[in-house]
């Protein structure tokens, strides 16, 4: 069956998601269009962040960041409005998820009235990769299982910027060793979603205890003759974010993603 | 003749730079060590600066942003001392120069005593790729006939930041019909150095009234055979942050640039 939505524009269906018609995860949706992992932080904390993602572009590629104050990634999707295109938010306060919810509006509007501006960014995600690799015929395992990438924590420090550090998120897909090189070749040409992996076939030597138990994600199959490659991973930044338990901050929920009006074919340049 | 320091390492040669023994234009200094070009701006405008490179990355492809306050680019020159590295520094307040000078430390040491804390930002230049063109055999006319590469104002407005906007300057090199697409190949490739043109053949579609007066830097020959080919320049940021007439700015002097320890090669990733 052909996934629901998967040939309708960006626009008809940020469209739906803000009308409440579309409540679920984004994956599949809007075939050849990039989507993109949100973080919205106060204005204090923008700049720090935006070192950061400019000191670590593997796991921080950024596709768009807003003006202070603005709810519009008006950049790489029309008439986009952030607190209600994405079908699933969650708000977090001092590094604590004090819940989840379809529209941010009220409490992105309340935050701006009260508190200070606020400060979208749009970073990149593999989902644009993968339908790459896919176009190759080269499986990409948590797919075909109908689960969530496995992403691991690494023994890699990212460049820190101001209050934010951490070690780098992966994601892992076992790819057939003849397909090796090919799958690298590809994600290297889109570095504006990650880029090339970081590593390929050694889980321990990223400090990765047992391949069979990720940190987030769920574990995946990896077959006789298929070695595990590891890209950095959007979830970089969001753990990095936690980390310095920042008094707000706003994500999407994870797998319910921001739909831009990007080609896929257009991060390559 | 060999030109001088050619083999140099980038350590040794910011040494001779600090010291005084070098005072020259960097051209063809430690080949295959990418130099860059240098913006100091007061810490209340990098917000905006940093947005306007993320939002202009070809014109402005950065290479380190330093933390406020610092005087370091710690993770692309070892030991660097920005205020002391580059052999010629020029000073602008409000938009106009106040003077040129070979060691910046006082008064960039001055600005942070009294008025605030200064940001530095190193952008790609396009040194990185002709080395790559020459290595691959295609001509690059401005250094055959030991002239500045010429440069144009365009009429391809930049997407603005903040207190951050103007037009897009691209420079100019006539490129042999048949190497169009290796010179396009290659540049594309490295898109931390401003990537591939933005305008092959045309330049009254740039709104280029006359070839041979560049509005920057030198006018070149174009052979029979030969199309000239537009790419991002680096004088992008430079003429923008004038425009925004900042109260304070330190940029390097034409021709003299601050040289890294990353190999040209590793630009590619």
């Known amino acids: 069956m052909e996934p629901e939505y998967r040939n309708r524009k960006p626009k008809e269906v940020r469209r739906l998601i803000r009308e409440g ?6 994956t599949g949706m809007c075939g050849g269009y990039a989507q993109g992992n949100l973080v919205i932080l106060p204005e204090e904390m923008a700049w720090d962040f935006l070192l950061f993602c400019q000191r670590n572009q593997k796991a921080c590629p950024l596709l768009e960041v807003s003006d202070a104050g603005s709810r519009s990634f008006s950049l790489t999707a029309e008439e986009s409005d952030i607190p209600r295109d994405i ?3 969650r708000v977090y306060e001092y590094g604590e998820c004090t819940g989840e919810y379809t529209d941010v509006s009220d409490l992105f509007e309340d935050y701006q009235r009260t508190r200070g501006k606020l ?4 970073i990149g995600c593999s989902f644009s990769f993968e339908t790459a690799l896919l176009e190759a015929g080269i499986p990409v395992r948590q797919i075909e299982e109908r689960v969530n990438v496995p992403m691991f924590h690494t023994n890699i420090p990212c460049t820190p910027a101001g209050v ?4 780098l998120v992966v994601s892992m897909r076992p790819i057939p060793h003849h397909q ?3 799958a690298v070749a590809i994600t290297a040409s889109m570095p504006k979603v990650h880029g090339g992996p970081v590593h390929i076939g050694y889980p321990e030597v ?3 205890k047992d ?4 940190d987030f994600g769920d574990p995946v199959t990896i077959h006789d003759g298929e070695v595990p490659v590891f890209w950095p991973c959007g979830v970089t930044p969001q753990a990095v974010v936690m980390n310095s338990r920042p008094p707000f901050v706003i994500t999407h929920a994870p797998g319910h993603m921001f ?5 896929n074919a257009e991060l390559k340049d």
């Open 87 to 89: 079908p699933r938010y």
């Open 206 to 208: 990223l400090g990765i």
């Open 119 to 122: 400060v979208s960014f749009l």
């Open 259 to 263: 739909i831009t009006d990007l080609k």
């Open 211 to 214: 391949i069979n138990k990720p």
């Open 180 to 182: 090796v090189s090919s």
């Open 21 to 26: 018609v579309i409540q679920s995860p984004t």
């Open 164 to 167: 934010f550090s951490g070690n």
